[in-house]
């Protein structure tokens, strides 16, 4: 079945620590979306790519990082940068021929500060 | 630029009662409009979305909603409810043109009793 996959699901990083979450497609959609998720803020924009090899910041980028080197893949780096990273994050993606209507999205992984 | 309100934190609804989950919206041109729902600990999926034509819209698990221009709204509805609907509920907007991001509520929490 086609779909997005983000691991891992549960992860816990401690203070001064990179962690990197992964979102992998194969649904052949051609953007990708990185969301942050917290209790009654709904979804916020951290990096989109439309295109691989470029991405583009969203709303709240600082203190995150992102690559798309191949189509199907889309890490967010969570750097030490990000004062409060504890939060849902969801990976979303989008085929841009289907003239850009509906995401689809994975199961998310929550990340959690020790 | 554009917006989403769901002026609803929580709904609660008895099973069997119809219910309405609000949203209105802000956005330059045409809106293409969307609702998601999110059960705990998961993604967002796709319930229903309006690009053009007729003002009712149906969509998954017996989920309709009606666009009004006028009142720029676009309330998600259901004939009768189920336990099993008890989840969040995402609006979405974006307008007809541009990079094709949308913007989110901060999402609905339906609570059907039974």
């Known amino acids: 079945d086609g779909g997005i996959t983000q691991s891992p699901k549960y992860l816990f990083r401690k203070e001064g620590q990179n962690v990197t979450l992964s979102c992998e497609q194969n649904l052949n959609h051609d953007a990708m979306y990185w969301y942050r998720q917290d209790p009654g803020q709904g979804l916020r924009l951290i990096y989109y790519s439309q295109i691989v090899n470029d991405f583009q910041k969203g709303d709240i980028a600082e203190g995150y990082s992102v690559s798309r080197e191949k189509k199907e893949s889309f890490p967010l780096t969570v750097t030490s940068a990000q004062k409060n990273p504890t939060a849902f994050y969801l990976c979303?993606?989008?085929?841009?021929?289907?003239?850009?209507?509906?995401?689809?999205f994975g199961s998310g992984t929550r990340l959690t500060v020790v | 630029a554009q917006s989403v309100a769901q002026p609803e934190d929580q709904v609660n609804v008895a099973e069997g009662n119809p219910l309405t989950v609000k949203c209105t919206y802000s956005v330059s041109g045409n809106p293409y409009l969307f609702w998601y729902v999110q059960y705990p600990n998961r993604g967002l999926q796709f319930l229903l979305k309006?690009?053009?034509?007729?003002?009712l819209v149906k969509g998954s698990y017996g989920f309709e909603a009606e666009f009004n221009k006028s009142q720029t709204s676009f309330h998600l509805k259901k004939p009768s409810a189920l336990v099993s609907d008890s989840a969040l509920y995402f609006c979405a907007v974006r307008g007809s043109g541009g990079s094709y991001i949308p913007t989110f509520g901060r999402g609905t929490s339906l609570i059907v009793h039974p």
């Open positions: 979303a993606s989008r085929n841009n021929r289907e003239g850009g209507y509906g995401y689809t």
């Open positions: 309006y690009i053009t034509g007729d003002n």
